[in-house]
């Protein structure tokens, strides 16, 4: 079992920058893949962000040079950085890892609100 568990989200104006923290615990051995995702109210659950193991990374559209996905290995924690904050980034932000032997992990989700 994996355990993972989110802060730093938080009410930011737009053009405002945000830090949120991912930190795993556990089982932790065989992560290859760490991402972020997000829903907003009445919408689907969106990837934002994910770092594999090897250090490539992948953004959404929407988020392409704002966001920056990274990855404390002697912590065990992955981060997103979110600058220029739009009201459009308001929502549910959720950590999520993938194991090589396909497990699936998610934390508990970090409210980001934007205020134009």
């Known amino acids: 079992q994996v355990q993972l568990v989110e802060s730093g989200g938080g009410l930011v104006q737009a053009g405002g920058s945000l830090r949120l923290s991912c930190a795993a615990s556990g089982s932790i051995d065989g992560i290859n893949i760490m991402g972020w995702y997000r829903q907003a109210p009445g919408k689907q659950r969106e990837l934002v962000a994910r770092?594999?193991?090897?250090?490539?990374?992948t953004y959404a559209d929407s988020v392409k040079g704002r966001f920056t996905i990274s990855r404390d290995n002697t912590k065990n924690t992955v981060y997103l950085q979110m600058n220029s904050l739009k009201p459009e980034d308001t929502a549910v932000y959720y950590c999520?890892?993938?194991?090589?032997?396909?497990?699936?992990?998610w934390g508990q989700g970090t409210q980001v609100t934007v205020s134009s």
């Open positions: 770092l594999l193991s090897g250090g490539t990374t």
């Open positions: 999520n890892i993938k194991q090589i032997w396909g497990m699936d992990y």
